[in-house]
């Protein structure tokens, strides 16, 4: 079946192929993330550290590196509760 969009050209149903491509590089961009906020984790946990030992003057520095760990930490969390909404959702799906 061909559905037709406002500008006349065919939406076709997606391949196998480009479904994989489309999982892999999801996979690949929240991989992706989960990384970076680990890496801010560990920045700010450094930045602590050094402030403590007195190496670092500047709170602002140290203020900021916890303030984008706290964010990236928040932000992973809630992407990763819509992603498993969303799944949960396609399973209650009945076909």
Do not use: H
């Amino acid at each position: 079946m061909r559905i037709e969009n406002i500008g006349g050209s065919a939406i076709l149903p997606a391949k196998a192929g480009e479904i994989k491509a489309a999982s892999d590089s999801f996979a690949k961009i929240l991989g992706d993330s989960i990384a970076e906020t680990n890496r801010l984790q560990l920045e700010s946990e450094k930045m602590d550290k050094l402030y403590a030992a007195g190496l670092i003057d500047d709170i602002a520095d140290v203020t900021i590196a916890s303030t984008k760990a706290d964010i990236a930490i928040s932000y992973t969390v809630e992407v990763i509760s819509k992603v498993l909404n969303a799944y949960n959702e396609i399973m209650r799906l009945q076909v």
